[in-house]
């Protein structure tokens, strides 16, 4: 059954900065006055995507947003919050995609698998003009988080945003004074032509520009105003650093300033300072930076791994402003690097104890996922994933018994309940376009071999939800236990890749459907169309009285 009714309003919220200048402008603009904080809403809200034309570097197009922004507000929430966001579709612009889904990234989903917000796994779209409503909790879990469509490229149009769940009793908290929307960070790529065009694109996409705090500069274009990160000399502040990235990965610093990291993906861990940051497509760090240096201004770079590697008229940068320091673009040089970032330093602050035997190839289920590519198409284990006509939740909970019944063919897992399972996946460079991202939902994981690193370590790994696979050679391995029912996608991170096929599903724990299924809204079924003859002829009617 539809709904109803469509909750009226969009989200009207200022921009995360000053306002930007349009390409035709032809006055260059040589200062970047004050950032205004980002725009923040709670987690019981409404989120309106709409479609509207800006220009975060200069370059007017038209874009999909969260709240009418770039990047979307901050879902601002505290620790054992219970979450309840909808999602209302008022897109218009019919040169991008008209429906969305919107998936809390880094959010476990416990027993709301439902909710997860992921097109054809765990929901079908929302159609123009409808909407859902999201309702979840987020038990132990606090930190940094982010929010984006999960239908098709589309977030790559604009639909992202940072999410943070604070924690009143950090273990950290003695470490920094300032914690707020003003030291959320988030770093993007962004596009001058609409994901319709890009997606046509063989082989690599490159990016126009890179915007942090969703103002940046493209080469040729206008000086555009940058963003500006406010501090005060002496005090120290938790930087919460957010890779929004479709494609490219950044070598995230700050200029004469170290940055210590106390957070990696919602996961605590024992303070390691560095002075070069990666920052992969899903990541997420916190870092303490203590404002320890003379007044004055300095840039903050965000170095990508492809495209513009350029930091000539303010490219792939913003500025750290201490208070006091004159409004103008800062003239700090980079200076060497002494403190490199090594993964394998990484450790839990809580020492999460691993699951399982430790050594590698012992867990109770082991599978060895190959990336490759074939004709532009990527694969996992030869099998490219698409996206099935119906979702696979609604398979699962429809009555297919077997995993050979489940679509997309030889894309889905099946896990049995509360077994320990390892994933390798060797970089073999069979996949272009590396280093890849790999995300799953609804776990984090214990990464036991990180890049770069061929000793594996069972004590006390960094747990995360996104890891990158690293260079040829690399065989990254990681692990986490099924308790957490649903079908969870496993994908690479890079946008395109994952439109190119580059994903498999982990159908969890079958047997346990029934505790997901006592939350589902009859609204969840009715955002599937119900003359589809795919849904018609493989699953029959869907039965309604599981979920009650």
Same mark, same amino acid.
């Given at each position: 059954?539809?709904?109803?009714?469509?909750?009226?309003?969009?989200?009207?919220?200022?921009?995360?900065?000053?306002?930007?200048?349009?390409?035709?402008?032809?006055?260059?603009?040589?200062?970047?006055?004050?950032?205004?904080?980002?725009?923040?809403?709670?987690?019981?809200?409404?989120?309106?995507?709409?479609?509207?034309?800006?220009?975060?570097?200069?370059?007017?197009?038209?874009?999909?947003?969260?709240?009418?922004?770039?990047?979307?507000?901050?879902?601002?929430?505290?620790?054992?919050?219970?979450?309840?966001?909808?999602?209302?579709?008022?897109?218009?612009?019919?040169?991008?995609?008209?429906?969305?889904?919107?998936?809390?990234?880094?959010?476990?989903?416990?027993?709301?698998?439902?909710a997860d917000g992921t097109s054809f796994i765990t929901q079908c779209p929302i159609?123009?003009?409808?909407?859902?409503?999201?309702?979840?909790?987020?038990?132990?879990?606090?930190?940094?988080?982010?929010?984006?469509?999960?239908?098709?490229?589309?977030?790559?149009?604009?639909?992202?945003?940072?999410?943070?769940?604070?924690?009143?009793?950090?273990?950290?908290?003695?470490?920094?004074?300032?914690?707020?929307?003003?030291?959320?960070?988030?770093?993007?790529?962004?596009?001058?032509?609409?994901?319709?065009?890009?997606?046509?694109?063989?082989?690599?996409?490159?990016?126009?520009?890179?915007?942090?705090?969703?103002?940046?500069?493209?080469?040729?274009?206008?000086?555009?105003?940058?963003?500006?990160?406010?501090?005060?000399?002496?005090?120290?502040?938790?930087?919460?650093?957010?890779?929004?990235?479709?494609?490219?990965?950044?070598?995230?610093?700050?200029?004469?300033?170290?940055?210590?990291?106390?957070?990696?993906?919602?996961?605590?861990?024992?303070?390691?300072?560095?002075?070069?940051?990666?920052?992969?497509?899903?990541?997420?760090?916190?870092?303490?930076?203590?404002?320890?240096?003379?007044?004055?201004?300095?840039?903050?770079?965000?170095?990508?791994?492809?495209?513009?590697?350029?930091?000539?008229?303010?490219?792939?940068?913003?500025?750290?402003?201490?208070?006091?320091?004159?409004?103008?673009?800062?003239?700090?040089?980079?200076?060497?690097?002494?403190?490199?970032?090594?993964?394998?330093?990484?450790?839990?602050?809580?020492?999460?104890?691993?699951?399982?035997?430790?050594?590698?190839?012992?867990?109770?289920?082991?599978?060895?996922?190959?990336?490759?590519?074939?004709?532009?198409?990527?694969?996992?284990?030869?099998?490219?994933?698409?996206?099935?006509?119906?979702?696979?939740?609604?398979?699962?909970?429809?009555?297919?018994?077997?995993?050979?019944?489940?679509?997309?063919?030889?894309?889905?897992?099946?896990?049995?309940?509360?077994?320990?399972?390892?994933?390798?996946?060797?970089?073999?460079?069979?996949?272009?376009?590396?280093?890849?991202?790999? #995300? %799953?939902?609804?776990?984090?994981? =214990?990464?036991?071999?990180? /890049?770069? $690193?061929?000793? &594996?370590?069972?004590?006390?790994? *960094?747990?995360?939800?996104?890891?990158?696979?690293?260079?040829?050679?690399?065989?990254?391995?990681?692990?986490?236990?099924?308790?957490?029912?649903?079908?969870?996608?496993?994908?690479?991170?890079?946008?395109? #890749? %994952?439109?190119?096929?580059?994903? =498999?599903?982990?159908?969890? /724990?079958? $047997?346990?459907? &029934?505790?997901?299924?006592?939350? *589902?809204?009859?609204?969840?079924?009715?955002?599937?169309?119900?003359?589809?003859?795919?849904?018609?002829?493989?699953?029959?009617?869907?039965?309604?009285?599981?979920?009650?």
């Amino acid at each position: 059954m539809f709904l109803h009714t469509v909750l009226a309003g969009c989200l009207i919220a200022s921009s995360h900065a000053a306002s930007v200048t349009s390409r035709s402008n032809s006055e260059l603009l040589k200062r970047s006055p004050p950032s205004v904080p980002p725009s923040t809403i709670g987690p019981v809200t409404e989120l309106t995507i709409s479609n509207r034309v800006i220009a975060p570097d200069g370059f007017e197009r038209s874009a999909t947003l969260a709240g009418g922004i770039f990047p979307g507000p901050l879902i601002k929430a505290q620790k054992h919050d219970n979450f309840s966001i909808n999602v209302v579709n008022q897109l218009q612009d019919k040169n991008m995609p008209l429906s969305t889904s919107v998936h809390w990234h880094g959010i476990q989903q416990q027993k709301t698998n439902w909710a997860d917000g992921t097109s054809f796994i765990t929901q079908c779209p929302i159609p123009p003009n409808r909407s859902f409503l999201h309702q979840f909790s987020t038990p132990n879990q606090t930190g940094t988080f982010w929010y984006h469509s999960h239908f098709s490229t589309q977030y790559c149009d604009g639909l992202r945003g940072p999410l943070v769940i604070y924690d009143p009793d950090d273990p950290h908290k003695d470490l920094y004074d300032v914690d707020d929307e003003s030291t959320v960070v988030t770093i993007s790529d962004w596009y001058h032509d609409p994901t319709t065009v890009l997606n046509k694109i063989i082989g690599p996409v490159t990016n126009n520009s890179t915007l942090i705090n969703g103002l940046g500069r493209y080469p040729g274009g206008p000086m555009s105003p940058l963003s500006v990160i406010n501090v005060e000399q002496g005090k120290r502040y938790r930087f919460r650093i957010l890779g929004l990235s479709c494609d490219p990965s950044w070598n995230f610093t700050i200029d004469g300033h170290t940055m210590t990291i106390i957070e990696a993906d919602g996961v605590e861990t024992v303070p390691e300072t560095v002075d070069k940051l990666p920052v992969f497509a899903g990541q997420r760090y916190s870092v303490v930076v203590h404002a320890n240096q003379p007044v004055s201004n300095y840039w903050v770079r965000a170095l990508p791994n492809l495209g513009n590697q350029s930091f000539a008229d303010g490219l792939n940068q913003a500025i750290l402003r201490y208070k006091g320091a004159p409004e103008e673009d800062p003239t700090s040089s980079a200076g060497p690097s002494v403190l490199p970032f090594n993964e394998a330093k990484l450790a839990s602050l809580m020492s999460f104890p691993v699951p399982g035997v430790p050594e590698i190839g012992k867990a109770d289920i082991n599978l060895n996922l190959v990336a490759g590519n074939v004709n532009g198409l990527f694969t996992i284990n030869n099998v490219s994933y698409h996206s099935p006509p119906t979702p696979v939740l609604l398979q699962m909970l429809s009555g297919a018994q077997h995993p050979s019944d489940l679509l997309p063919i030889g894309s889905v897992i099946e896990l049995p309940p509360n077994k320990v399972v390892e994933i390798t996946i060797p970089e073999t460079g069979a996949a272009p376009g590396g280093p890849h991202p790999m #995300h %799953l939902h609804g776990h984090k994981f =214990a990464v036991v071999r990180v /890049a770069g $690193n061929s000793t &594996p370590n069972f004590v006390n790994p *960094i747990w995360r939800d996104t890891v990158s696979m690293g260079t040829p050679g690399d065989n990254v391995t990681f692990r986490f236990v099924t308790d957490n029912a649903g079908p969870w996608f496993f994908h690479c991170h890079i946008d395109f #890749h %994952l439109n190119n096929g580059f994903a =498999a599903i982990m159908a969890e /724990a079958r $047997n346990q459907l &029934p505790i997901v299924s006592e939350s *589902i809204p009859e609204t969840w079924a009715s955002l599937c169309p119900t003359d589809s003859p795919h849904t018609e002829s493989r699953l029959g009617t869907f039965n309604t009285s599981i979920l009650t």
